[in-house]
Every structure is written in structure tokens, then in C-alpha cells.
């Protein structure tokens, strides 16, 4: 066998078979909604793509040009996307809905059966920074996936402005709030109640910081959000995701949706609301997205944005196996009837099926040629024989 | 009722004291629960699925979400750097890991050895410490390694400090104090919620 690197995959018929079924599935609801595709290199500069993005650097693929700038392998669609929106698109200053299917590249540290290139499927909304526009992204990320097939999922939504003026208000410093944060990005939540016990706090603010904790489940949790938070910009969260509320009744896909305030999906790169997406079966997050304001701000435009991805290989996982493969004819052939064959092919082609035109003496077994097509015809000898087994 | 949830428990000895906690807590297990060979045991009346499995090995079935929770010690967690949620301390099996070694002797000076069934924390250990240190990685027995040579200190969990002291090893220094965890896949968390929060009720209110 020859190996290949650390964590890359090899995707076989069958496989890339269902894999296009699945993406393009997602892909015509994305265009549907008015979503323009584009691509951008594999190939970015670490300085620019590579820093701004939200993967860890640990994470990046990093490799040198011949004039020796780091370069790396995208890690993610957003960072590119962001790029190419604030240099060449957002002449007009308006709103601007890209989308995207492209393999990402993070490397993986532990258990290298781990994918280290995996495709995602997603789409940004740029220069909209209403909550319209994230409630179009959790709408179309709940259209999308129906339209995939996938029925059982749950997105669930928190806001990392909330967060940030909670934890603001209480502790008084971004670098508190920070310290306090990262328990929670951890999934420490003992270590979080632990560090709020031992800070010198009123037994009102720490028992604020606790009840945090318990800002999960339907959209009543919203509701108690109004008993922690005093100032204005925490204020302003809660009403966002009030109206995000409504805005989601009026997609009609309340079923789909759940609240967790204490959802960090990153340590500063969400400034608003965010989501993650969950498949029943599936024990990692099937797909991802929220409002990103600061990105644009480092290609040199301030402009809000949100977005979200989907990845291709764990909505595979959670779809399972497509039931139907595609029929594919298998026209064997000698030379005496080569152009019939031919006809024959194209004929068939142009009615949509798929068909195979093999020389019959270049098949060494036939048996087992026609047991891999689900229907073969034989062309062989002089015209008018019988076939030949 | 709901859905099954899927519990990871340890084998050995964490496994008496969680299972002691969960009845505290009002969760009614079958007597023969404590003394099955089985890997599997579904408790019907409580709609759970319990599966037994190696101590080290909890966190990453409920990392990749075959088991939604499970009782891991903190120093597996801390090996193991799973991603997973940490939702309660039980206060359970309470231990320490410690650097031990052979008594009155020096760490060598060039490059000492430590030996260790916990090669992360060790090494995380030693590099805050600014020591360079060579750290070999043992599956058991680690008090053998000074006794025989491989090591000049071990990095090990102890409880009693019995299995030290009978090895004629003392303890030079304690990293982190140990209790086992009660550890959630995030996605069940999300997903499973309310009877998640449930069980983190009940098990709050006897600890």
C-alpha cells in the first residue's frame, strides 16, 4: 500500500457519488436564495488570510514561496471570502450574498484518521449588519439541509455579545471577562464555577455568573436573560435575539431551533449571534456560522458580515448511505461491430444513461464484467450472430 | 419517557462510588449492576444504557458521541484534552497526581527521566517548571521505573501514597489535585438538554 500524509482521504465512486448528490442538493437552495458561487486558491498568504482567520495557528498548513513568504493551505472559506469581498465586491456598498463549496485544510495533532482536508459548504452575507440577515442565515442553513434530506437537527443559537457585556459588567475588565470566557470556549464549566467562587465578587454578581450556566433550552431562556444584564449593549443583544425570535416564527422553522447563550465557538472571533448545527446521530457539530463584524475590519472595511458552513463529511455521516445508485449500461463490443457500438452508445447517452463502451477483448473475465453493470449488451462478431459468451 | 441516554462508567475503582452517587441521587440501578461482567447493561426502568469501559477511555467515547455522558477522572481529562463539556465535580475518588521518586536523591542534572502514564500532563508540568526532562510513557507499574533504574522520578496519581510507601518511594511534589467529573458529548448536551440538566439536578443536590 502507499500511504498518504497524516489525515488526507481518498474519496471513491461510491462515495463521490452521494457526496455530489448531497452538495448539490445544498447548492440549489443556496442559489435559490440569490447566493452567487465563487472560488478563490488553495493558496494564501499567512500574513493576510492566514492570521485572520478563526482556526488556531497550530492548526494552519504552512509552506514557503519561492521568494520565501509563508504561505498556508485556506483553513477555512471565510478568511478568503473576506478577502476577496473587501478588495474587489463592495464597490456599491450593498449587500453582497457569496457561496461556496471548497475542501479546507486544518491539521490534525491527535488520532490521525482524523480528516486534515474536509470539504464545507456555506455561504456569507456581507455589508448586512441587520438581524434580517442572521436570520436569513439560519433559515437558509435549515432550508438547505431539508433540501439535503437530512430531517432530524437542531441549531442551537447563542450570542457572543451577550456574553461579552455580561461578564463586562460583572468583572469590570475585557481581560476578566476574557480569563472568564475561555472556561466556558474549555467546556470547563467546573472550572468556570470554581473561578467565579474564587473571585471577590457581590453574592448578587456571582450568583448572576452562575445562573448563566442555565441560559439554555426554548426561547423562554431569552426571557431570563433581563434579570443579569444592566447595561445598554447587553440590552441591545437581548433585543436582537428577541427579534431574531420572531424573524425565525416567521421563516416558520421554530421546531428546528433551541437557545444556549453559553455557546462559545471561539475565544473573539463572533461578535453577535452564532449558531451550531446537530444531527441526532452524529456526536460532533454537523455545521456552524454567526456574525463576524471585526473580520472585514482587517482587509480595510468596516462592514458587518455573518455566515454559516456546513461540513460535507459529517452531513454525509448523519444522511447515511443514499438508497438509489445510478443504473450504468456496459455495451461490450468486438471490432466488426465497433461503429454500431458506437451509435448504440450515443443513442443511449442522449436519452441521460450512462453507458460504457469496452472492447470485449480487452476483458480478461467476463463474469465478473457483468456483474459490475446493471445491464450489458453484447456486440460482437459478424453482424446478425448471436452474441458471444 | 424520553430517549436512551448513554452513560460511560469506569470500570474499577471509580466505578463503586458512581454508582453509589447515582442511586443517592434517586436513580434506581438492579443490585446485580455492581457485580455484572457485562460491557453493556440497559436499566429499562430508567432509560438508561451504561457501558463499561476502561477508565482512560470514557472521555473519548463521549467525545465522538457513542456514549452522551460519562464519569472520567480529571486526570484523564487532562491527558486526554478531549473536546467535551465538564459539567460537575462529583467529589468522587478523590486522589492527587505528584512527582515521586527514590528518597534523598537529585534529579539528574543533563536530562532526567520521568516516567508516567500521563506523558501530556508530565511534560505540561515539567515545561511551566522550565525543566527539560525525558519523559517515557508506561502503561502500569510506574513505581518499578526508579526502583529499577528507568527513571530518576514518576509522575502518578496517588490516593493513599500506600503503593508508594511500600516501594520505599516518597512523594516530591504534588501538581494538581483529582476528583472525578461528570463529562457530556457537546452535542447531546445540546440536543438532550432537558434530561441532561435533569440528571446534573439530581446529582448536584448529593454531592
Redesign the interface.
Request: proline content about 5%; glycine content about 4%.
Given at each position: 500500500m502507499f500511504e498518504k500524509p497524516l489525515g488526507m482521504r481518498d474519496t471513491l465512486p461510491n462515495l463521490y457519488e452521494t457526496k455530489e448528490h448531497v452538495r448539490s442538493s445544498l447548492e440549489a437552495e443556496m442559489k435559490c436564495w440569490g447566493y452567487q458561487f465563487i472560488g478563490t486558491p488553495a493558496l494564501e498568504y499567512y500574513e493576510t488570510v492566514g492570521t485572520a482567520s478563526a482556526i488556531l495557528d497550530q492548526q494552519l498548513f504552512k509552506l514557503l514561496d519561492q521568494e520565501g513568504n509563508t504561505l498556508v493551505l485556506r483553513p477555512d472559506m471565510t478568511a478568503p471570502i473576506a478577502r476577496v469581498a473587501a478588495s474587489k465586491l463592495l464597490k456599491d456598498n450593498l449587500p453582497f450574498r457569496l457561496a461556496y463549496s471548497a475542501n479546507v485544510f486544518r491539521a490534525q495533532q491527535r488520532e490521525g484518521g482524523r480528516p486534515a482536508e474536509f470539504e464545507q459548504v456555506g455561504v456569507e452575507c456581507i455589508g448586512d449588519e441587520t438581524v434580517s440577515a442572521d436570520g436569513e442565515m439560519i433559515a437558509l442553513a435549515v432550508a438547505s439541509l431539508k433540501e439535503a434530506g437530512l430531517k432530524n437537527f437542531q441549531l442551537s443559537i447563542g450570542h457572543a455579545g451577550f456574553v461579552k457585556e455580561l461578564f463586562i459588567q460583572i468583572l469590570g475588565t475585557e481581560e476578566r471577562a476574557r480569563e472568564l470566557t475561555k472556561f466556558l470556549y474549555e467546556k470547563n464549566y467546573v472550572g468556570y464555577r470554581e473561578h467565579v467562587k474564587s473571585l471577590p465578587l457581590s453574592s448578587i454578581d456571582s450568583q448572576r455568573l452562575l445562573a448563566f450556566l442555565d441560559l439554555r433550552g426554548g426561547v423562554e431562556v431569552i426571557g431570563r436573560t433581563l434579570d443579569l444584564i444592566e447595561n445598554e449593549k447587553g440590552k441591545e443583544a437581548i433585543l436582537e435575539l428577541k427579534e431574531l425570535w420572531n424573524i425565525i416564527r416567521d421563516y416558520d422553522i421554530a421546531g428546528h431551533i433551541k437557545f444556549d447563550l453559553t455557546l462559545v465557538s471561539h475565544m473573539s472571533y463572533y461578535t453577535g449571534i452564532l449558531f451550531e448545527v446537530y444531527a441526532g446521530n452524529v456526536g460532533f457539530p454537523i455545521g456552524n456560522g454567526g456574525r463576524y463584524d471585526g473580520l472585514l475590519q482587517k482587509f480595510g472595511k468596516s462592514t458587518g458580515a455573518t455566515g454559516f458552513a456546513i461540513r460535507l463529511d459529517r452531513l454525509l455521516e448523519a444522511i447515511g448511505e443514499l438508497d438509489e445508485t445510478v443504473p450504468v449500461n456496459c455495451i461490450l463490443f468486438s471490432s466488426e461491430r465497433r461503429k454500431e457500438a458506437y451509435e448504440l452508445a450515443k443513442a443511449k447517452r442522449l436519452e441521460g444513461k450512462r453507458v460504457v463502451l469496452q472492447d470485449i477483448s480487452g476483458v480478461k473475465d467476463i463474469d465478473a464484467c457483468t456483474n459490475k453493470y446493471s445491464d450489458v449488451t453484447f456486440l460482437v462478431g459478424k453482424t446478425g450472430k448471436e452474441p458471444v459468451e | 419517557m424520553s430517549e436512551v441516554l448513554t452513560i460511560a462508567m469506569p470500570k474499577g475503582r471509580i466505578f463503586e462510588e458512581a454508582s453509589d452517587l447515582l442511586r443517592k441521587a434517586g436513580y434506581r440501578l438492579p443490585p446485580e449492576f455492581d457485580d455484572s461482567r457485562k460491557l453493556i447493561i440497559d436499566v429499562e426502568e430508567e432509560n438508561f444504557r451504561f457501558i463499561l469501559s476502561k477508565p482512560t477511555d470514557v472521555a473519548t467515547y463521549v467525545?465522538?458521541?457513542?456514549a452522551d455522558l460519562g464519569i472520567a477522572g480529571k486526570d484523564v481529562l487532562l491527558e486526554e484534552e478531549r473536546?467535551?463539556?465538564?459539567?460537575?465535580?462529583l467529589k468522587i475518588s478523590a486522589c492527587y497526581l505528584a512527582v515521586a521518586g527514590l528518597p534523598g536523591t537529585k534529579m539528574n542534572d543533563v536530562a532526567p527521566k520521568i516516567a508516567t502514564k500521563y506523558p501530556n500532563v508530565a511534560a505540561a508540568f515539567f515545561r511551566e517548571q522550565g525543566e527539560q526532562v525525558e519523559i517515557i510513557k508506561l502503561n502500569g507499574s510506574i513505581e518499578l521505573a526508579p526502583l529499577i533504574g528507568l527513571s530518576d522520578r514518576i509522575v502518578d496519581i496517588v490516593s493513599t501514597g500506600r503503593t508508594l510507601k511500600e516501594n520505599g518511594l516518597v512523594e516530591y511534589e504534588t501538581i494538581t489535585p483529582i476528583t472525578s467529573?461528570l463529562i457530556v458529548?457537546?452535542?447531546?448536551y445540546?440536543?438532550k438538554?432537558?434530561r441532561i440538566?435533569e440528571i446534573v439536578n439530581a446529582l448536584s443536590e448529593v454531592i
Open positions: - | 467525545e465522538h458521541g457513542v473536546d467535551v463539556y465538564e459539567l460537575l465535580d467529573r458529548n457537546p452535542v447531546s445540546r440536543i438538554d432537558e440538566s
